[in-house]
């Protein structure tokens, strides 16, 4: 099993950036993507980006319309790491941010097909970071 811990949330005022990182330990090897979710209290959790980590797709990435050319996300192997860059950042972005892996091989075929992140798909889970954005 493998344990996901999220660091890097904070409040900042509207235009400002945050970088939220994700520390991934135990049993990872056969994570084959990575992503990070956003929920706000009363709606569904979203899902942001994604990125694939294993195969012949690694490193293709995919981000939700509302932060495409804003947020950048980016896996570290080397430190087992995930990364999401949240720049131009906006009240409506302000939300628990979750990162969370699967082990589903076709993880990145099932984004691009329903161009959402299924969240069913994904076993494994982070605590959440609070981001706020206000002025």
């Known amino acids: 099993q493998a344990q996901l811990v999220e660091s890097g949330g904070g409040s900042v005022q509207p235009g400002g950036s945050l970088r939220l990182s994700c520390t991934a330990s135990?049993?990872?090897?056969?994570?084959?993507?990575m992503a990070w979710f956003r929920q706000v209290p009363g709606k569904e959790r979203e899902g942001v980006a994604a990125t694939s980590v294993r195969g012949s797709s690694t490193g293709t990435t995919w981000y939700i319309d509302s932060v495409k050319g804003r947020f950048a996300i980016e896996r570290d192997n080397a430190k087992n790491t995930l990364s999401l860059e949240m720049n131009n950042l906006k009240p409506e972005d302000t939300a628990t941010y979750y990162c969370?892996?699967?082990?589903?091989?076709?993880?990145?075929?099932?984004?691009?097909?329903?161009?959402?992140?299924?969240?069913?798909?994904?076993?494994?889970w982070g605590q959440g970071t609070q981001v706020t954005v206000s002025s």
């Open positions: 969370a892996a699967t082990q589903g091989v076709f993880c990145m075929r099932a984004i691009q097909d329903l161009d959402s992140i299924p969240a069913h798909d994904y076993s494994d």
């Open positions: 135990g049993w990872t090897r056969n994570f084959a993507c």
